[in-house]
């Protein structure tokens, strides 16, 4: 028994150290970040919009992924501007924060609007060459429940499509996923997520976007209920991590991310950071920790429709 409280508080040791510790700021600040501020594209150049400090709240109105373009099911697809597309807020200028650094962002609530849309188009999703007729569907969303027909109802899970910080090198289009995060598409990232994002430039310039009132995994035809929002999350800054790529943490789950345009090389990606985390945690070597992310490590794919698919390798902390 010992041994085994020993052992969990060595993972949770290992868990802050990685992630850190969002610590209330002694003044902390509500800011309000409005839609009008967004990108299409993250890069170097990008001026921030906003500043926070470790530990404030920010309240952040984000834009549809067809940037408010398609509200009536005579909207026609053919008119909508595709440069248009995946808008996300920001970039907002995080105080402290530095290269090699892990952003800390604690997703509080996410508030949806009353209405989501959804399309299959030619070209879009897992099935994109049995799309015949580009169909839109517009869905009314009432008392949490996406409104389907007058029949049939089912429940939102509210979640943030893209989310991200200035990538390092070249700009990154907001529809694509790296190791900045962006275009993740991950249904987890609702509230009472913890998204772990790498540093890469002073300020990490956080931006966010392309909120689905609910997603499943995979996102097969390419959307989710697409929907304007308002998202409520908390910032902080953990130092000198050398955090590489996303790491989500969400019900005593840790969750490590990787995108890639071969989806068996994503999976080798995270599988490995899975690996090295049960390394460090249970003082294992690269074979027995691999044989052990092969009996308690779940792989998972987020989603498959982006220009890099994304998949996750998720280890429950309370069975270790
Ligand atoms: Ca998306
Ligand atoms: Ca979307």
């Given amino acids: 028994m010992k041994r085994r409280i020993l052992s969990a508080c060595l993972i949770l040791t290992l868990v802050l150290v990685m992630v850190g510790t969002v610590t209330a700021a002694p003044k902390s600040k509500i800011i309000h970040v409005s839609r009008e501020s967004k990108v299409f594209a993250i890069g170097a150049e ?10 404030d709240i920010l309240v952040v109105e984000t834009e549809d992924c067809f940037d408010n373009q398609v509200r009536t099911p005579e909207d026609v697809i053919e008119s909508v501007d595709f440069d248009r597309v995946n808008p996300a807020t920001g970039p907002i200028y995080i105080e402290g924060a530095e290269p090699g650094d892990t952003l800390v962002v604690d997703i509080l609530s996410i508030d949806v609007a009353k209405q989501g849309v959804m399309v299959a188009l030619p070209g879009l999703g897992v099935l994109a060459d049995e799309v015949q007729n580009p169909t839109i569907k517009i869905l009314p ?3 949490n429940r996406v409104i389907w027909d007058e029949n049939w109802s089912f429940t939102i899970k509210p979640m943030i499509g893209v989310i991200g910080v200035t990538p390092k090198g070249e700009p990154i289009s907001c529809g694509t996923p790296d ?7 991950t249904a987890e990232i609702g509230a009472g997520c913890r998204v772990n994002l790498p540093v890469n430039v002073e300020g990490a310039m956080l931006h966010l976007g392309d909120v689905h009132a609910t997603q499943g995994d995979g996102e097969v035809c390419g959307t989710g209920v697409e929907c304007r929002a308002v998202v409520t999350l908390r910032v902080d800054v953990k130092k000198n991590t050398g955090l590489e790529r996303p790491v989500l943490e969400k019900d005593n789950r840790i969750m490590f991310m ?29 074979e027995e920790a691999y044989i052990l992310a092969s009996a308690i490590a779940d792989i998972k794919i987020s989603q498959l429709v982006d220009p890099l698919l994304t998949v996750r390798a998720e280890l429950d902390l309370s069975g270790l």
């Fill in 179 to 185: 190791d900045h995060g962006g275009n993740m598409d």
């Fill in 46 to 55: 990008s001026k921030p919009i906003a500043k926070a400090n470790p530990g």
């Fill in 141 to 143: 969303i009432k008392d």
């Fill in 258 to 286: 990787a995108s890639h345009v071969d989806l068996f090389t994503a999976t080798q990606i995270a599988t490995k950071e899975a690996v090295n985390f049960l390394m460090q945690a249970k003082g294992l070597s690269f």
